[in-house]
């Protein structure tokens, strides 16, 4: 068996244990789950020994915590289909000669609507290049000024390019990277009502009625939408799929780790400004989570995310919007499930909202994981706060800005600099 057959049977085997898992384990509703103030030992199986060797976190404990993050809190994740890839349109001679530049409609069965996918790789490249792979929160036809990109029925003009800022295109192939984006909206639409509707074939396609409580959320839905459409990537000849980050921002960046946490063949992890429900804690201390005078708590919380955007997650979450310490992990379990890639987790000052003290702390506790899987994780002695504009370049690693909540091209710049050190 040749190595590309070697992991594409490896992620389907994961897959297969994890949906297993989540059907088989005897798993019991939330208000029947003891709490814990504190977030569980990754490496402690529940109700069992923990964990003391790679070899059995990958076959003991990540299944198992895979199953948990399913049942409680994404909903299961639906099986592998393999896309129907085809090229729209080609131009070898994108950004004035520096690239080729592809439009792909892809049909993932499980989407409404083929999704549009743009594939921007640089030219002058001795071998296959390292590429990012993106979920935007708008059509493609936004990231670059090309009047050659389709646009939707429904697109305009006016905004061609209007989020150029925070995909530097031209900065990235540049730094000989390919870009690969599509718009979250294509594999599935945004909103409550629309999304409960469009939801089912995906519930389908987990095996599970679409009522259930832990039937897929949108958040997973979009993550196998990246696992598709790195399936695509495999096509490109100019695409080393041996070294393909994959980043989003905001909820996108929920579900790029959700993504990573499931899909083994993404190399490097970059979740951008995540907070709850990605990156920061469910489990937040009293003061913050305390109303303030608009009757907003401090930072976002498992009630606040769920009552905004009960579409993005299964039902069985919203049961923990009072009583988060019933989880049976957090999110450093998700961020575990990712060892031994690169995790770069990337915030912004002002972006209190989505909890950066809380994100570093996940990372930290995600550490232990690290350590014994890749015998290496966060740099020694990050217990505070970096400054802000300097990268933690470690295994597990931390990039906080100045700014809002935003990508930007500082953002850019930090995130080629860490893919530099793992992905060359």
């Not at 906080?400 to 930090?414: P, S, Y």
């Amino acid at each position: 068996m040749n190595t590309v057959a070697r992991r594409i049977a490896r992620l389907c085997a994961i897959a297969t244990l994890a949906l297993l898992a989540a059907r088989a384990l005897a798993l019991p509703p939330p208000e029947k789950l003891p709490a814990s103030p504190t977030p569980p030992d990754p490496l402690v199986i529940t109700g069992g020994p923990r964990i003391t060797t790679a070899k059995d976190w990958h076959a003991k404990r990540a299944p198992g915590l895979r199953a948990l993050f399913q049942n409680y809190e994404y909903g299961l994740r639906p099986g592998e289909i393999a896309p129907v890839a085809t090229i729209i349109r080609e131009d070898k001679n994108a950004l004035g000669g520096k690239a080729t530049l592809r439009e792909i409609s892809v049909d993932t069965t499980l989407a409404a609507k083929p999704v549009h996918l743009l594939v921007i790789v640089p030219n002058k490249q001795t071998r296959p290049a390292p590429c990012f792979l993106g979920m935007s929160f708008r059509p493609v036809h936004t990231l670059l000024a090309d009047p050659l990109i389709k646009m939707p029925a429904d697109g305009s003009e006016e905004k061609r390019g209007s989020r150029a800022s925070r995909w530097p295109v031209e900065q990235i192939i540049d730094r000989g990277y390919a870009l690969a984006c599509f718009f979250n909206g294509d594999i599935m639409v945004d909103s409550p009502a629309p999304a409960k509707e469009a939801l089912k074939r995906f519930a389908k396609a987990a095996g599970v009625n679409p009522d259930a409580p832990n039937a897929p959320g949108t958040i997973m839905a979009w993550a196998w939408g990246y696992s598709r459409m790195f399936d695509c990537l495999k096509d490109i000849p100019e695409i080393d799929t041996r070294r393909v980050a994959i980043v989003g921002h905001s909820r996108n960046g929920k579900a790029a780790l959700l993504a990573a946490a499931f899909d083994e063949r993404f190399a490097l992890v970059i979740p951008n400004q995540a907070g709850c429900g990605g990156t920061a804690p469910s489990r937040v201390s009293a003061d913050d989570a305390k109303p303030g005078p608009k009757g907003r708590p401090r930072v976002e919380t498992v009630a606040a995310i769920t009552s905004r955007f009960p579409h993005w997650f299964c039902q069985n979450f919203s049961a923990f919007a009072g009583a988060p310490e019933k989880l049976p992990f957090d999110q450093h379990a998700l961020i575990a499930l990712c060892a031994p890639r690169p995790v770069l987790i990337s915030c912004a000052v002002e972006d209190v909202w989505a909890n950066p003290p809380g994100q570093l702390a996940m990372l930290r506790a995600a550490d232990p994981v690290y350590q014994l899987v890749a015998k290496e994780g966060l740099r020694a002695g990050v217990t505070e706060m970096p400054a802000t504009g300097k990268l933690i370049d470690s295994r597990l690693g931390f990039f906080i800005r100045e700014g809002k909540h935003d990508m930007t091209h500082e953002d850019w710049r930090a995130w080629l600099d860490y893919a530099d050190k793992w992905l060359r």
